[in-house]
């Protein structure tokens, strides 16, 4: 068969791919039906785009698609790819090969070892920026001592040994590059509306525990 085609493992049968969308499930609906338990109404979709064939997972099951054991959301299809809708088996086919080297996966530098201290410092630079408030910058160091109740020249120590730690150069807009660092590498999150109150001071029972953290650095 020319065109890319699913073969359902328990009956055997081959059922080709439509040419824009080929939908999969229980439902009487779907165009390729699998009459299994564990798999929902509309389970997933088979996408055609030229040459190429995708799965997407639609989010509505509460087994899942996998593709050769494991769970995916959306993936483009290889020759011979098994797929698990549920506990339905099929696998792909007619789809040519190409002689391409491996796609290569760009990995960021792991994330330097930090100090309590140095978590406070970098969640208070970046907490305007993670706000709902557009263009917002960074903490300035005058901001970030008045939210830990230190010095602003103890944050400022801090902040070069932070620069120091991320390989973050000398320049204009450090704080900015320092925060998009370390957003980017997950090390700091939006805090949830009801933390948001006591994060920008309001949260009184917090002071003294922040204090003795202090004169104990």
Request: aromatic content about 4%; charged content about 30%.
């Amino acid at each position: 068969m020319d065109t890319p085609f699913l073969r359902i493992e328990d009956s055997s049968e081959v059922i080709p791919l439509r040419a824009d969308v080929t939908t999969v499930g229980r439902g009487q609906g779907v165009d390729i039906r699998l009459d299994d338990p564990s798999v929902s109404r509309l389970h997933a979709e088979l996408v055609r785009r030229g040459p190429y064939v995708y799965v997407a997972d639609l989010g509505l099951s509460r087994n899942g698609t996998r593709v050769n054991g494991r769970p995916v959301a959306r993936r483009v299809l290889d020759e011979g790819d098994v797929l698990s809708f549920g506990a339905a088996r099929c696998r792909i086919g007619g789809i040519p090969r190409e002689d391409l080297a491996e796609e290569a996966e760009l990995r960021r530098a792991a994330a330097p070892e930090l100090t309590r201290r140095e978590l406070d410092v970098l969640n208070s630079l970046c907490r305007p920026a993670l706000s709902d408030e557009a263009f917002a910058l960074p903490a300035t160091a005058h901001e970030i001592a008045a939210d830990l109740v230190v010095t602003e020249a103890a944050v400022k120590q801090h902040l070069l040994r932070l620069y120091q730690k991320f390989r973050v150069p000398e320049g204009p807009n450090r704080r900015t590059r320092l925060a998009n660092e370390v957003v980017a590498l997950g090390l700091v999150k939006p805090l949830p509306l009801a933390d948001a109150g006591e994060a920008s001071g309001a949260g009184v029972p917090e002071q003294p525990v922040r204090r003795r953290r202090d004169q104990a650095c």
